[in-house]
C-alpha cells in the first residue's frame, strides 16, 4: 500500500529526492515518515510530517539538508535530500501513523513501505 522509489547512487553533496505513493487506500489522515536502515544498525528516525503538513520533524543529523512534504492529491510523501554525506548511506522506510500528529517512534507506525537504497559515494 505503500511504495517507495527514487533512491540511488549519488556522490558526496548531491541530492535525491524520494517518494512514497500510497495505493489502495488514503493516507490523508495520518502522520507520514521516514526512516532509514544502515546494515547492522537499526533501524532510526529521519523525518516526519503530520497529516496536515503543517508540522514537520527531522533527526539532528539531516536537520536543514533533508526536507519532508506531502501532496494530499497525489496521496504521496516526498523526501528531499541536498548535500548528502556517506553517513546517509542506508534503505529509507516511509512509514504511516495514525492518531499521532508525527512521530519518531518506529513502533507508532501502522504501515511501511518496501524501502528504497539510497547510496552515496565519498
Known amino acids: 500500500q505503500l511504495q517507495a522509489s527514487g533512491g540511488g547512487l549519488v556522490q558526496a553533496g548531491g541530492s535525491l529526492r524520494l517518494s512514497c505513493a500510497a495505493s489502495g487506500r488514503t493516507f490523508s489522515s495520518y502522520a507520514m515518515g521516514w526512516f532509514r536502515q544502515a546494515p547492522g544498525k537499526e533501524r532510526e528516525f529521519v523525518a516526519a510530517i503530520s497529516w496536515s503538513g503543517g508540522s514537520t520533524y527531522y533527526a539532528d543529523s539531516v536537520k536543514g539538508r533533508f526536507t519532508i512534504s506531502r501532496d494530499k492529491a497525489k496521496n504521496t510523501v516526498y523526501l528531499q535530500m541536498n548535500n548528502l554525506k556517506p553517513e546517509d548511506t542506508a534503505v529509507y522506510y516511509c512509514?504511516?501513523?495514525?492518531?499521532?500528529?508525527?512521530?519518531?517512534?518506529?513502533?507508532?507506525?501502522?504501515?511501511w513501505g518496501q524501502g528504497t537504497q539510497v547510496t552515496v559515494s565519498s
Open positions: 512509514g504511516a501513523a495514525e492518531g499521532v500528529v508525527g512521530s519518531r517512534i518506529r513502533d507508532e507506525y501502522d504501515y
